[in-house]
């Protein structure tokens, strides 16, 4: 059966070739038709031999999953539902602001953080995502574009715990990093986590400077367990420990997402217990008015209690935003169109 292209390294499309009866340099070309041209198909990668074309299709595939959903909302976030060849399916989504073109993916089929108020832990943790799964939603995303625009940042905060999947996220983005793959700084590169201080340092060790988010939601550990509720396990200040040796190794500022959920954590006490957990720390903090999910009985904050928790920490001195909504009138956030799709599946078996 054809292998997915993108499951190879560099070094192993090479191998390949000389195997092959072809030179080395040519996987360069075929790295520049991937990464670079945005090729939709072997056929299309001019510069090499009909021949090798011919024994490149048989040998791989370029995409191996299906579209099954392709969404474009009026503010053109836009975001793809794949489906795998052994049938998952997986979500990513590409945001446009004026001066950035942000892409989100996802690491896993489901995930197993089990956050209260989240879809994509509704279904619990099937399997991580290979390389070439979450490369292609990359290199698919990015063929979204228009020639003359440009990938400018990536954020792993789709489906799933990226920090559970390192070993596979990590030499993605190493090709994603690569001059001779999409060439990004890392700087641009944001990887969120629900707070593993293990992997946190495990990350720092590799010495790239990527932007880490933190998704705290609660600054005592008594309202994190409810909302987090692996957080029984960990605890704010083991994340807060990690997060600091983290700022110390990499140089870069730790964003702490908190997710505004209407009448639970963002009264002004919350906001008041935030800043005192982060005032001596060089932070941000990312809101996020809760997106709502069909079938959690959670409320997105009122107005004026989000604009009083920002006031509140940025009187204390601590940096905040809150998150724009993108892609409010397609079901943009994490999560939620995969499970739609999965709860369709389920229907349509029952009828
Ligand atoms: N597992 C990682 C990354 C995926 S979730 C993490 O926990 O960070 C990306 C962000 O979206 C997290 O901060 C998550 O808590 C938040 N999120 C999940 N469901 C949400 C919802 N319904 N509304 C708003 N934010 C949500």
């Known amino acids: 059966m054809a292998r997915a292209i993108l499951s190879l390294t560099h070094d192993e499309i090479e191998a390949w070739c000389l195997e092959n009866g072809e030179k080395r340099f040519r996987a360069d070309q075929v790295r520049r038709w991937l990464f670079e041209n945005r090729a939709e198909s072997f056929d299309a990668m001019l510069d090499l031999s009909k021949v090798f074309r011919e024994k490149l299709k048989e040998s791989f595939t370029l995409f191996s999953a299906e579209v099954v959903a392709h969404q474009v909302a009026t503010d053109l976030t836009e975001k793809l539902l ?3 060849p052994g049938g998952d399916t997986v979500e990513c989504v590409l945001m446009r602001e004026p001066d950035r073109r942000t892409i989100c993916i996802s690491t896993q089929v489901g995930c197993a953080m089990g ?7 509704m279904l619990g943790l099937k399997r991580n995502l290979s390389r070439d799964e979450i490369l292609e939603q990359i290199l698919r995303l990015d063929r979204l574009l228009d020639a003359d625009e440009r990938l400018t940042n990536i954020v792993v905060m789709g489906i799933g715990e990226p920090l559970q999947n390192l070993p596979i996220l990590l030499p ?3 090709e994603v990093t690569d001059p001779k793959g999409l060439g990004l700084s890392p700087r641009r590169i944001t990887i969120s986590t629900v707070g593993l201080p293990e992997k946190i340092r495990e990350l720092a060790a590799v010495g790239k400077p990527y932007n880490l988010a933190v998704s705290l939601h609660a600054a005592t550990d008594q ?3 409810e909302l987090v509720p692996i ?15 983290y700022f110390a190794t990499s140089g870069r500022r730790v964003t702490f997402e908190y997710v505004l959920l209407g009448g639970l954590n963002d009264q002004p006490d919350h906001a008041h217990q935030l800043a005192s957990l982060l005032k001596s720390r060089n932070a941000h903090v ?3 008015p809760m997106n709502r999910v069909e079938a959690l009985e959670f409320d997105e904050p009122s107005a004026s209690r989000t604009s009083e928790f920002v006031s509140i920490l940025e009187e204390r001195g601590i940096a905040a935003t809150v998150r724009k909504r993108k892609g409010a009138d397609i079901d943009a956030a994490c999560g939620q169109l995969r499970l ?6 389920t229907s349509n078996i029952q009828h």
């Open 82 to 84: 794949l489906k795998m």
């Open 115 to 121: 956050c209260v108020f989240c879809a994509s832990g």
């Open 172 to 174: 993605v983005l190493d």
């Open 223 to 225: 309202l994190r367990n």
């Open 231 to 245: 957080n029984d396990k960990i605890g704010v200040d083991a994340i807060l420990e990690a997060t600091d040796e």
């Open 286 to 288: 990312n809101l996020i």
């Open 340 to 345: 739609k799709e999965d709860e369709h599946r």
